[in-house]
């Protein structure tokens, strides 16, 4: 069973920053496809970012390209989401998955889910 466990939540100001940190108990962590996904209320869950199990590659949604960066280190067993420019809409519950086949949605493919970090942004 793999743990995943988030951090770095908390309210912010419009245009500020905040770096979400998610750790994994994986023994094969370097495997793992990493996201990061987000969900308000109401709403379906939303796919922010994915990176490949190197780091090489990775994938943002539009909403937050160029603000944000998703980033990994394997040796930590540490993915992070470095979100820059906050906007009022950014605000959500952010939670960290994992998954080992590959691929990066539907949700269904991701094996683990952190319990999730509160993002606030007021305007």
């Known amino acids: 069973q793999v743990q995943l466990v988030e951090s770095g939540g908390g309210l912010v100001q419009a245009g500020g920053s905040l770096r979400l940190s998610c750790a994994a108990s994986?023994?094969?962590?370097?495997?793992?496809?990493m996201a990061w996904f987000r969900q308000v209320p109401g709403k379906e869950r939303e796919l922010v970012a994915v990176i490949s199990g190197g780091g090489a590659i990775t994938y943002y949604i539009n909403a937050v390209k160029g603000r944000f960066t998703i980033s990994r280190d394997n040796a930590k067993n540490t993915v992070y989401l470095q979100m820059n420019s906050l906007k009022p809409e950014d605000t959500a519950v952010y939670y960290c998955a994992s998954n080992r086949q590959g691929g990066r949605w539907p949700p269904q493919i991701y094996d683990y889910w952190g319990q999730g970090t509160q993002v606030t942004v007021s305007s």
């Open positions: 994986s023994r094969s962590f370097s495997s793992d496809v």
